[in-house]
């Protein structure tokens, strides 16, 4: 399917220097289409591997409205309530202006190893900020159920047998890089 991401904070990157980001995500497929939003915070990333805070919430438009995804986030099973004020702090909705964006297309399968259920999915596309654009050539591999041990061993075998390379960087804080340099030479 294919993916367009945007990503919004404050002029003045209030969330992203705290470590918040709020994503808006249009999905399209044979299936149609629909939107996602998603709020990430803090956690560590350590050679390649993410973890982090996440709330996701399914959307009817691309219009992020900060109360009603709080209503809605808090409703699910996502991570705690608490953590997500500490995360959203007391930015308003109409302080949101959209930073950067990425569209990628991507292909998903889902297997298990050891004693686990991961999803592998295959990005590839394009970043885009400001003037400035990056292609996106990607696998990220998902822990759905199981043991984080079990994942750094499959990333190891493919780090080991197919040439790839852990990634620190996330797609977003790529953007917010591109973000800058394009802000430097106008």
Same mark, same amino acid.
């Given at each position: 399917?294919? %993916?367009?991401?945007?990503?919004?904070?404050?002029?003045? !990157?209030?969330?992203?220097?705290?470590g918040?980001?709020?994503?808006? !995500?249009l999905?399209?497929?044979? /299936?149609g289409?629909?939107?996602?939003?998603?709020?990430?915070?803090?956690?560590?990333?350590? /050679?390649?591997?993410?973890?982090?805070?996440?709330?996701?919430? #399914?959307?009817?438009?691309?219009?992020?409205?900060?109360?009603?995804?709080?209503?809605?986030?808090?409703?699910?099973?996502?991570?705690?309530?608490?953590?997500?004020?500490?995360?959203?702090?007391?930015?308003?909705?109409?302080?949101?202006?959209?930073?950067c964006?990425?569209?990628?297309? !991507?292909?998903?399968?889902?297997?298990?190893?050891g #004693?686990?259920m991961?999803?592998?999915?295959?990005?590839?596309?394009?970043?885009?900020?400001?003037?400035?654009?990056?292609?996106?050539?990607?696998?990220?591999?998902?822990?759905?159920?199981? #043991?984080?041990?079990? %994942?750094?061993?499959?990333?190891?075998?493919?780090?080991?047998?197919?040439?790839?390379?852990?990634?620190?960087?996330?797609?977003?804080?790529?953007?917010?890089?591109?973000?800058?340099?394009? /802000?430097?030479?106008?």
């Amino acid at each position: 399917g294919r %993916l367009t991401n945007s990503y919004y904070d404050t002029k003045d !990157r209030v969330l992203f220097n705290k470590g918040t980001s709020i994503r808006v !995500r249009l999905y399209e497929d044979s /299936n149609g289409s629909r939107y996602e939003h998603t709020v990430k915070y803090g956690g560590s990333v350590v /050679n390649g591997l993410h973890q982090r805070y996440e709330w996701n919430v #399914d959307a009817d438009s691309p219009e992020f409205d900060i109360d009603e995804f709080r209503r809605k986030a808090c409703q699910g099973d996502d991570d705690p309530e608490e953590i997500l004020d500490e995360a959203l702090g007391d930015i308003k909705s109409e302080d949101l202006v959209c930073l950067c964006s990425t569209y990628c297309e !991507r292909t998903i399968y889902t297997f298990g190893f050891g #004693d686990s259920m991961m999803e592998a999915c295959f990005d590839t596309g394009t970043i885009s900020a400001g003037s400035k654009c990056e292609d996106i050539c990607e696998l990220e591999i998902e822990l759905e159920s199981g #043991d984080v041990v079990d %994942l750094k061993e499959m990333a190891q075998f493919i780090v080991d047998n197919a040439g790839a390379v852990p990634y620190d960087e996330s797609k977003y804080v790529r953007a917010v890089r591109l973000l800058d340099t394009a /802000n430097e030479q106008e």
